[in-house]
């Protein structure tokens, strides 16, 4: 289903699981994992940063500790700034 909205949609897909090593290497498409157990604080701040970034060129948030890119969204969202200037929440 990931892969289906990535490549045939406008939208966003997101997973919540518990399992995130389970999930396709390339997230099936997928911008991110938001690993369980979560807090409403980090889910919140995963959605905004996702917001942020799928709106605009690239993220102007903190990329939150919730939060797990798909290696093609990091690449795309994080490459531009080195390692030790991603901040993270």
Do not use: C, H
Request: zero cysteines; hydrophobic letters at 45%; glycine letters at 2%.
């Amino acid at each position: 289903m990931a892969r289906f909205i990535a490549t045939q949609t406008a939208m966003t897909a997101v997973f919540v699981t518990a399992n995130p090593k389970r999930l396709p290497l390339d997230f099936s498409g997928a911008v991110r994992v938001i690993a369980k157990p979560y807090t409403q604080q980090g889910l919140t701040a995963a959605l905004d940063f996702v917001m942020d970034a799928v709106t605009t060129d690239a993220p102007s948030m903190d990329l939150p500790r919730s939060l797990t890119l798909a290696p093609a969204y990091a690449e795309q969202w994080l490459e531009p700034r080195t390692a030790e200037q991603v901040p993270v929440r």
